[in-house]
């Protein structure tokens, strides 16, 4: 039944948005208002906009909130990234990654290489990039991940645990090869990647050359085994060069201060 158009209510319009979800119209209301005047779009005009609006507002919020469940410690970008001085990556090759291919292709990225190089920038930056793209996103230190995963043994709700990492696109693993895992870790990492190949896509930096990832281990057979799955489909960057935190050493206080400042204004 087609009603006829009466002269609306601001209390009930606001509820019935609410009945119908469109939050954001509701909350936006004025400001909507506001363009409609100025602006004297066609009714149909109107609609789309205020369709659009709904939309618009929604993947903010979904965006923000794959922000936050991504758990990135630090808001590092592509763009601060300074290629001039990390000569040993090419610009082109990350950019190629920056494309998310393979993310969608459930593939993986090793970052590897000594302190200081880049590896954390780049896989956070990446991880930003994916957020941006829509992609269910988690950062989690090595350390941090064999913490949890003890602690979700000792209550056991490690399969639940789990099954929450691997509803993740894409997992960040960092600082994988600083600790040496024992057997309760080195065997639960292994179920990670396993139940992740080829379902999830990983980033995963390390200080640590493929040769040297049996000392990670209690089992030699294990990281052959968790290097095959990890490698199967791969992309491999090595970093090389000096560490960048002993550069910034370099650079006079006041600068760092600032650069400081601006990265602070622009955390998450
Ligand atoms: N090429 C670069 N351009 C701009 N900033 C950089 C560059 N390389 C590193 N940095 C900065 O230097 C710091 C150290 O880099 P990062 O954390 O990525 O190192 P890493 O390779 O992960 O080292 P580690 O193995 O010690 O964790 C970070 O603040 C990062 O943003
Ligand atoms: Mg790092």
Do not use: C
């Amino acid at each position: 039944m087609i009603r006829t158009i009466g002269v609306a209510d601001r209390e009930t319009l606001e509820q019935n948005l609410k009945r119908l979800k469109l939050r954001h119209v509701r909350d936006t209301l004025d400001a909507i208002n506001e363009v409609a005047l100025a602006e004297e779009p066609s009714y149909l005009d109107f609609l789309a906009y205020l369709v659009q609006e709904e939309i618009a507002g929604r993947e903010a919020t979904q965006r923000q909130r794959r922000l936050k469940a991504a758990r990135f410690p630090a808001w590092r970008t592509l763009d601060e990234f300074d290629f001039s001085f990390q000569t040993s990556v090419s610009q082109q090759n990350v950019r190629d990654l920056a494309t998310l291919e393979f993310v969608r292709k459930r593939e993986n990225l090793m970052l590897l290489g000594p302190p200081g190089v880049g590896k954390s920038h780049l896989a956070i930056a990446l991880g930003i990039e994916a957020v941006n793209a829509g992609h269910n996103t988690l950062f989690i230190t090595m350390d941090e991940l064999a913490a949890r995963m003890y602690a979700s043994l000792a209550d056991g709700s490690l399969a639940q645990y789990m099954r929450s990492l691997l509803r993740s696109e894409l997992i960040i693993l960092d600082e994988v090869g600083y600790l040496t895992l024992d057997k309760v870790a080195s065997d639960h990492l292994f179920q990670l990647v396993s139940r992740a190949y080829e379902n999830v896509a990983l980033i995963v930096t390390s200080n640590l050359d493929f040769s040297d990832w049996g000392t990670l281990f209690t089992s030699p057979g294990t990281a052959a085994a968790l290097l095959d799955r990890l490698l199967h489909h791969a992309h491999v960057i090595t970093l090389r060069g000096d560490s960048y935190r002993v550069r910034s050493r370099l650079v006079p206080p006041r600068s760092i201060e600032l650069k400081e400042g601006v990265i602070a204004d622009s955390k998450i």
